[in-house]
């Protein structure tokens, strides 16, 4: 079951949590009109200024090293992408365990 990652409505922010074993480190950060997302394992970067897009994976490729992947989801139903004003409310975070991805999704 995927699991939501707590998240705040400020423009930058570092969230730290251990996902399926792997301490990770994510910096969420708004530019103009987009949100980015950098994703670290043990302090290693995994993946750094990805476009945080509705509904899209974040890490996208196994190949990468990360076990399992991230996508943000509009609540409301608009299907916009995140902003930071919404995050926590209209827009949640999401992990991702690699056997709840198809292979649709990463590579």
């Not at 074993?21 to 200024?49: A, E, K």
């Not at 897009?53 to 991230?70: E, H, P, Q, S």
Request: charged share 5%.
């Amino acid at each position: 079951m995927p699991q939501v990652i707590p998240i705040q409505a400020v423009p930058s922010q570092v969230i730290n949590v251990v996902l399926n074993q792997q301490q990770t480190t994510l910096n969420v950060y708004q530019r103009g009109s987009n949100m980015f997302v950098d994703v670290y394992s043990n302090n290693v970067l995994i993946i750094g200024g990805v476009v945080a897009l509705n509904a899209n994976v974040i890490v996208r490729n196994t190949y990468l090293g990360y076990l399992g992947d991230f996508a943000f989801y509009d609540t409301y139903g608009t299907g916009t992408d995140p902003q930071y004003a919404g995050l926590g409310t209209q827009y949640i975070l999401v992990y991702y365990l690699s056997s709840e991805l198809t292979k649709a999704y990463v590579q």
